[in-house]
């Protein structure tokens, strides 16, 4: 089993920035893909961004430019950096990682935009 601790959501106002990070811990042998996925209220939940163990990254057109997803593989974690945040931004941030072919997700961090 796989545990995600996810941490750094808040509230912030137009403009500003938050930093998310994603701590894995359990029955971890080789973490694939890291990544951040979000769901706004009434929407579909929706890719954010990813890295592979290669360091290979792949992010939402909505957020290039402006977030930046990276991972620290001694420490089993993955982080989100967010810059330039906009209302649109404001949802629930889930962090999933992927071990030996399984997919696990944190419980969620509230990001909330507005001024």
């Known amino acids: 089993q796989v545990q995600l601790v996810e941490s750094g959501g808040g509230l912030v106002q137009p403009g500003g920035s938050l930093r998310l990070s994603c701590a894995a811990s359990?029955?971890?042998?080789?973490?694939?893909?890291m990544g951040w996925y979000r769901q706004a209220p009434g929407k579909q939940r929706e890719l954010v961004a990813a890295?592979?163990?290669?360091?290979?990254?792949n992010y939402a057109d909505s957020v290039k430019g402006r977030f930046t997803i990276s991972r620290d593989n001694a420490k089993n974690t993955v982080y989100l950096q967010m810059n330039s945040l906009k209302p649109e931004d404001t949802a629930v941030y889930y962090c999933?990682?992927?071990?030996?072919?399984?997919?696990?997700w944190g419980q969620g961090t509230q990001v909330t935009v507005s001024s």
């Open positions: 890295i592979t163990s290669g360091g290979r990254t």
């Open positions: 359990g029955s971890i042998f080789s973490i694939n893909t």
């Open positions: 999933n990682v992927e071990v030996i072919g399984m997919g696990f």
